[in-house]
């Protein structure tokens, strides 16, 4: 089995008619509230009901994506699933996905770059190795520009993510939810620690990512990550010079909604 573009966890038909360039008006402080008093499984089912029709989720089938796929899976099965592929990921990240997807009963619809991997590398060069600037670069063209483009093709203008305040420290102070230029943004297992995701995937005996046990402790494009300690994640990534790849940063991009 592979992947479709138009296919999600259920046949629900996605609404399209709403304008993606206007994102929910939303009281942050009193959704992050709300959301603050729920658990995991109702956060999901909160949100999918709230913005029914105007929502996606994403995965990157890392380490612990199980997780939040085995959630929306149980809880949210008509909000489509948006998977980013660079062209750069570990072989065995793609063959991951596959056995994830079969175990799940699902399919996720990939966006991928407008240029591909050799053609990129033909006209730019290996911009993971020319710094920041050649980084950012590389982030614009191989994730941000697909995932601004997937909201927009899906009508979404709010989206679900799997991001966690253990998993950084950057991300050890945002919220239940936040706005990303003009895109919402809802995090239901933000305050998992590692323990309870690790928990959930004994639990529900989950499929885990092969590379785990070969010493990874963050996933990404393989060019860009490197095996570590928890102690030392933040290491792992982009030779250590940072850890967000820029799809949880606002993108700068005046004619994006991220």
């Not at 592979?2 to 399209?16: H, I, L």
């Not at 994506?65 to 072989?91: E, N, Q, R, S, W």
């Not at 483009?149 to 102070?173: F, H, K, N, P, T």
Request: proline share 3%; with cysteine.
């Amino acid at each position: 089995m592979w992947f479709s573009r138009n296919d999600c966890f259920s046949d629900g038909v996605m609404k399209t008619d709403m304008d993606t360039k206007s994102g929910p008006d939303e009281d942050m402080d009193a959704l992050n509230a709300r959301l603050q008093s729920l658990e995991a499984e109702e956060r999901i089912e909160w949100l999918a009901e709230k913005f029914e029709g105007r929502i996606l989720a994403t995965t990157s089938f890392g380490l612990q994506a199980a997780v939040m796929l085995k959630l929306l899976k149980d809880h949210a099965p008509g909000i489509p699933v948006v998977f980013i592929d660079t062209g750069y990921l570990f072989a065995e990240t793609y063959r991951f996905a596959d056995l994830l997807q079969e175990e799940l009963g699902f399919e996720v619809q990939v966006y991928a770059p407008l240029v591909t991997a050799a053609r990129q590398e033909a006209l730019h060069g290996k911009q993971w190795e020319e710094g920041s600037e050649g980084m950012d670069h590389y982030a614009r063209v191989h994730k941000i520009e697909p995932m601004n483009r997937a909201l927009q093709e899906l009508g979404a203008d709010v989206w679900i993510s799997g991001l966690r305040r253990s998993q950084s420290s950057a991300r050890s102070e945002r919220g239940f939810a936040e706005k990303q230029s003009r895109t919402l943004k809802g995090y239901p297992i933000v305050d998992w620690d590692d323990e309870k995701v690790e928990r959930f995937i004994r639990d529900h005996g989950l499929p885990r990512h092969p590379l785990a046990a070969a010493g990874y402790v963050t996933m990404g494009d393989w060019h860009s990550t490197r095996p570590g300690s928890k102690s030392s994640r933040e290491s792992t990534r982009f030779n250590g010079e940072k850890y967000e790849c820029g799809l949880h940063l606002n993108s700068g991009q005046q004619d994006f909604q991220i």
